[in-house]
């Protein structure tokens, strides 16, 4: 495992839901998966802690961690990760600096 920081943003926002929602043995795990309007789309859940790799990257914050795939990796350094639970929020919401275009709705994204 290789542990790091700064890799993942999260706002305060997007830090104070997880902490909300996870349970003590588990972090989150953020990747990518082919699929959506522009060909990826963004992974985002709870895992228990047992499961990180020896490949993995561990961006540790104050009661949990995030863990990326090195195969992922590539297509989220830089990210912010921000949370909107207001009336009509739409959740977790992605800033990817890397993503040359994506969907009308978000989900979705691709790179050049």
Excluded at 10 to 16: P, V, Y
Excluded at 64 to 83: A, C, N, P, R, T
């Amino acid at each position: 495992m290789i542990e790091t920081e700064e890799i993942i943003y999260l706002t305060h926002s997007a830090a104070k839901h997880i902490r909300e929602c996870l349970v003590e043995g588990y972090h989150i795990r953020l990747g990518v998966q082919g699929g959506g309007c522009s060909g990826l789309s963004y992974v985002c859940e709870a895992q228990e802690v047992e499961f990180k790799g020896d490949t993995d990257t561990v961006i540790p914050y104050d009661t949990f961690d995030i863990v990326i795939g090195q195969k992922d990796m590539i297509y989220l350094k830089g990210m912010e990760i921000d949370y909107d639970a207001g009336l009509g929020g739409k959740g977790f919401m992605f800033t990817n600096p890397l993503a040359t275009s994506s969907c009308g709705c978000g989900e979705s994204f691709s790179v050049t």
